[in-house]
């Protein structure tokens, strides 16, 4: 089985970026446009330099994104976030029992869903927020674990066989 990396979108992060730049360029315009309305001893720089810090917000969130994965190998799943401090969850796949997408109206339209995934003998699921094609993905999910619990993750079907 080949290796699958799921990672969250970063389509809601560009837009992020280009509502804060459209932001920055305004306030350039406004600002040169409206001059004598200003106070004169305010710095040229102050109100853009003021927006240019609404550019933390997408940074964040982007330099999150940059360190959560989900990664789908052999009979394994395994769920990686953090960057210095890192958590790992490890999920065997023959032990899915269920997956659920979710998408919120802003979801559906930008091809992206949350993906919620629940494992025989835990009472917490595992949600991935953001990620594009959730519902190819969920499927990928469930076929790998069917596959897998109709043969066995090591043997390839000798107990299945007994």
Do not use: C
């Amino acid at each position: 089985m080949e290796e699958l990396v799921i990672r969250p979108t970063t389509k809601f992060i560009r837009i992020g970026y280009a509502v804060v730049i459209v932001l920055i360029i305004a306030s350039v315009v406004a600002q040169n446009q409206f001059k004598d309305l200003l106070s004169p001893s305010l710095p040229a720089w102050v109100i853009p330099g003021i927006f240019a810090l609404l550019l933390l917000w997408p940074a964040s969130r982007h330099w999150a994104q940059r360190f959560t994965k989900m990664t789908m190998v052999g009979d394994k799943l395994r769920y990686e976030v953090g960057m210095l401090s890192k958590s790992t969850r490890t999920i065997q796949l023959s032990k899915v029992q269920d997956v659920t997408v979710r998408q919120s109206v802003g979801q559906r339209i930008g091809g992206v869903g949350s993906l919620s995934i629940e494992t025989a003998g835990e009472t917490s699921r595992l949600t991935f927020e953001n990620i594009d094609r959730p519902q190819e993905i969920a499927d990928r999910i469930i076929d790998a674990s069917h596959h897998l619990g109709t043969r066995g993750p090591l043997d390839g079907g000798a107990e299945a066989q007994r």
